[in-house]
């Protein structure tokens, strides 16, 4: 206890002291301390040589203000410069690392205020960054890489002084004699400082010395070079690079050590660019190729991923027939090259692959497009039978279109009853005709069993499913036991029996459709095959092996025979017939056709097979590279490479599209397709968020034909991968035709449901991409399916969504203004009115407000027409209960309503109610609404009050 009373009267003695020093002094616990009563130069003088180092380095980070502070006394200048020197020179590394970081802010201070620091940068800050690259502490070592950098990059180290003091330190650094760190991070510092000092220099001293450490015993100098290899090639040149740089490359591809190779993977792109094509093409190309078949799978790993990167490297406008142009505000666009006048849609117009469930909203696109080309070729080529085949079967069935089948070149279909319902009947009485009429022939079902036997067989519809039925007479015992079972599956005799009367029905009305075009072919003079004799159609009718089927080929002039061979019919392959010189068959599901007379006058449509396996090769880059390109969806790359080459693949695919032009697409066409249905949806992703940029590379009839249907599955995929679609939404869709454009009109909608309701951002985007497509559609069809989706918006519980639809709503207004349709701008004025005015919740008559005030500022219609439809509605707020719909009302009517001069006009007939309605609200009990009600001048109440707390 007597020690605690000791302790009480010792607090209470302390205590006492600072009572009678406030009352005296006058200078409580909040007194300034003399070091505030220094001056900066003062204070960097009396702690530069402290004994704390926390002080040192106090006054090391106020250096820069210091030195500001004494520009204008030439004095007090040496003497801040004098101690920044002595600071450089402590033996505390924090201390010195602390003023490296000053000295780049310096340099440029001074070189900003030249005529007080003439010859400050030479003679004390440039030495000072030498001295520091040889320190021995390694944090002071990489500040004074870094201050160097920057005195560089802002020009503030002349050419001179560069080559006398600075290059010959980053040389020594690197030789041999040097620590291993020091060397390592010599290398590093000059492949940095080779691009700001140019390439005399890099050439002079660099070059030399960078050659020799290529080939270093340590693998970290190797490595360091390979990672660095880009940088320097870049600076010397392709004359340099080719002859000095590459041999020293190729070697370090080849090293031994695998993290070498993989620098040199990494850095191939840089490389790739500065040297010519042909060595690129040539020499780099199968260097790369080891890379990518290395025995270190990362190795392996990242050549892949520079995969793509290097490939854009071959890009060539000359052949390519694409170029990129990079305009001055930062947008780059691609255009086609003027020398090379490709034409696409020839290119094209053999090898439409659509999926058989075309979405609805497309078809009719599909189908103008597609009778449009296909009138085109039999215009040229004047095939006046198969023309005139084409028109007798396709009248009946003009109207029964289906994109499916007007695009491959259907199967034919036998009904089987038991088998298919009423479908299957349908069909098989149809698709006969629809081959006719869509593929200019006529296909029969005519193969032969295995053993040179015949069997009758019934195709499912839009199947490769068959029944074999057997016919005992012509068939070997063997056969006959095989197709006796066959007929047990597929439903017995009586299913064999109606196979045959469906096919003699079918038969027997394509030899009268064939009779009749013969008819008129000989009144029109021409003259129609002869027929063969028997032994000749049995030569034609001899059975082809391809594979695993067999092929039968018949003249459309022995129809009438066809007749008595049809109950043997029993395979899957179907038989060409020959329409003068031409044969199509069907092997295997496969469409192949023939042509037995001049190759010079083969049309277009004869040369489809020709067409696929040529236009598999290109001349662009190295084929080998494209293999291995087109290989990244492999599979087993994922487990034998990396898991997430998938997405490397999908991120370089803009650039290899550009590289290969529009012409060479179908190289990748089936990558995309499996990039894109891809079960990883960061593939998937990556494709949406680029899909408006391959739109752009491909144009618009690749785009509607290969794109759009891959376009339309993102629609329906994961949020994650909805927003790359949506995020560039405009962009696409203005690529396309506007009939195709304005089906997804309807579609917007789907964006307003999301996996996870609170993902706003989702809704941003949604509502920033609907001000830009309201330029691309008519007025009428912005306020039939946008404007009921801004409205939405409008109502959103996120203020960002919501101001964002304000702006919407104010561009559909213009929009609408713009026609003059008396129809439309009442339906707009209405919907906001009910929806927001006379809304029964706070929130919808505050956004009102907002609503008007966005109007206004975005002068989405004239002052005069914004009083009659919207200013009644606005006034009447007045009367609110809610103090912050009158808030808002307040500044609306101060700051955007009363500095128009059209409403400050006492001619104007709302001038009254509108003054009235201001008096209500300066007198309103609310504090906060009688301060933003008399912030405007205009106003009679103005008075400059303080804001409310």
């Not at 106090?58 to 920044?84: F, H, K, Q, Y």
């Not at 005139?388 to 029964?400: A, D, I, T, Y």
């Not at 009158?886 to 609306?892: A, C, E, H």
Request: with cysteine.
């Amino acid at each position: 206890m007597a020690d605690l009373s000791l302790l009480g009267d010792t607090f209470d003695g302390d205590l006492g002291e600072f009572e009678d020093e406030g009352e005296e002094g006058g200078m409580g616990l909040d007194s300034q301390t003399s070091d505030d009563l220094l001056s900066p130069l003062q204070k960097l003088q009396k702690y530069v040589d402290n004994d704390n180092t926390f002080n040192r380095q106090m006054v090391a980070r106020n250096l820069l203000d210091t030195i500001r502070s004494v520009c204008d006394n030439p004095e007090e200048r040496d003497a801040g410069l004098e101690c920044m020197a002595r600071l450089s020179d402590d033996i505390e590394p924090l201390v010195r690392a602390e003023v490296m970081e000053q000295i780049p802010h310096i340099a440029m201070l001074c070189q900003e205020n030249k005529m007080f620091f003439p010859d400050t940068i030479q003679e004390y800050i440039l030495p000072t960054v030498v001295r520091y690259l040889t320190d021995n502490h390694n944090q002071v070592r990489k500040t004074s890489q870094a201050a160097l950098l920057v005195l560089l990059e802002q020009d503030l180290i002349e050419r001179a002084d560069m080559e006398e003091h600075v290059c010959p330190v980053i040389i020594q650094l690197s030789c041999e004699d040097s620590s291993d760190d020091y060397r390592t991070e010599a290398v590093a510092l000059m492949s940095k400082v080779a691009p700001l000092v140019g390439k005399e220099i890099t050439w002079r001293l660099f070059l030399p010395q960078f050659t020799e450490l290529c080939s270093d015993s340590l693998f970290h100098i190797r490595k360091v070079c390979a990672a660095n290899f880009g940088d320097i090639c870049n600076v010397v040149g392709e004359e340099a690079t080719e002859e000095m740089l590459l041999p020293k490359f190729e070697a370090l591809c080849e090293d031994s050590v695998w993290g070498v190779r993989k620098a040199c993977a990494e850095c191939f792109m840089a490389v790739s660019w500065a040297v010519t094509r042909d060595v690129r093409k040539i020499r780099l190309s199968p260097l790369f190729v080891k890379l990518l078949c290395d025995q270190s799978r990362w190795v392996r790993m990242a050549a892949f991923q520079a995969l793509g990167p290097f490939i854009s490297t071959f890009a060539d406008p000359a052949i390519s027939g694409i170029q990129v142009i990079y305009n001055a505000d930062g947008t780059v666009q691609i255009a086609s090259v003027e020398d090379m006048e490709v034409d696409e849609s020839a290119r094209t117009s053999a090898e439409v692959h659509l999926s058989q469930d075309v979405p609805a909203n497309e078809e009719d696109v599909i189908m103008e497009s597609g009778v449009t080309r296909l009138k085109r070729e039999f215009e040229e080529k004047e095939y006046e039978a198969v023309g005139k085949l084409e028109v007798s079967l396709g009248k009946e069935e003009e109207s029964e279109f289906n994109s499916f089948v007007f695009w491959r070149n259907p199967v034919p279909v036998i009904a089987v009853d038991g088998g298919s319902s009423e479908g299957s009947d349908s069909e098989g009485e149809q698709r006969p005709s629809d081959a006719a009429a869509n593929d200019s022939n006529t296909q029969l079902s005519l193969p032969t069993g295995p053993g040179g036997g015949t069997q009758q067989e019934g195709t499912l519809p839009d199947s490769g499913i068959s029944s074999p039925v057997a016919d005992s007479a012509d068939a070997k015992p063997e056969e006959a036991s095989q197709n006796t079972d066959s007929n047990q599956v597929n439903g017995g005799g009586g299913d064999a029996t109606a196979v045959e009367q469906n096919l003699n029905e079918d038969i027997k009305d394509l030899v009268t459709t064939i009779s009749s075009i013969n008819l008129d072919e000989k009144q029109e003079g021409v003259t129609p095959p002869e027929k063969p004799e028997r032994s000749e159609l049995a030569n034609d009718d001899a059975a082809t092996e391809n594979g695993n089927g067999k092929v039968l080929k018949a003249a459309v002039n022995e129809a009438n025979d066809l007749t008595e061979t049809a109950p043997q019919i029993g395979s899957t392959q179907v038989i060409g017939q020959r329409l003068d010189e031409k044969t199509l068959t069907f092997v295997n599901g496969i469409v192949e056709e023939e042509w037995s007379g001049n190759g010079a006058n083969r049309p277009p449509q004869e040369e489809d097979s020709e067409e696929d396996e040529q236009s598999l090769f290109q001349d662009v880059i190295p084929v080998e590279l494209l293999d291995l390109y087109l290989s990244m969806t492999d599979p087993s790359r994922a487990t034998t490479v990396d898991s997430e080459i998938a997405c490397h693949c999908a991120f370089s695919l803009p650039g290899v599209a550009l590289t290969l032009g529009r012409h060479n697409w179908k190289c990748l066409k089936l990558v995309y397709d499996t990039l894109a249905s891809d079960m990883q949806w960061k593939v998937r992703r990556t494709l949406a968020f680029s899909i408006h940029e391959m739109a752009l590379i491909l144009g618009d009839e690749i785009t509607t034909l290969d794109l759009v249907p891959i376009f339309n599955g993102f629609l329906r995929d994961l949020d994650e991968v909805r927003i790359g679609v949506l995020k560039h939404f405009a962009d696409f869709t203005k690529l396309l035709k506007p009939e195709l454009r304005r089906q997804y009109l309807t579609r917007m909608t789907d964006f307003l449901t999301t996996d996870n309701q609170r993902n706003w951002r989702f809704r941003l985007e949604l509502a920033e991409q609907l001000v830009l497509l309201c330029d691309l559609f008519d007025p009428s069809d912005v306020c039939e399916h946008l404007f009921p989706i801004a409205l939405t918006l409008a109502g959103d519980r996120v203020a960002d969504v919501r101001f964002t639809a304000y702006k919407l709503l104010g561009v559909i207004f213009k929009k609408v203004n713009v026609t003059n349709n008396a129809t439309l701008q009442r339906g707009f004025v209405n919907d906001i009115i009910t929806k927001f005015a006379h809304s029964p919740r706070w929130f919808g008559r505050q956004t009102y407000v907002h609503l008007c005030q966005k109007l206004l500022d975005e002068q989405s219609m004239d002052p005069e027409m914004f009083a009659q439809h919207f200013l009644p509605s606005l006034l009447e707020l007045t009367d609110d209960s809610i103090p912050n719909v009158k808030i808002t009302l307040s500044k609306t009517l101060t700051q955007y309503v009363l500095p128009i001069e059209y409403f400050r006009c006492r001619d104007n007939a709302y001038h009254e109610q509108l003054m009235q309605a201001l008096q209500q609200l300066q007198n309103d009990e609310d504090r906060d609404v009688r301060y933003f009600a008399s912030l405007s001048p205009y106003a009679a109440g103005y008075t400059e009050l303080e804001p409310p707390v």
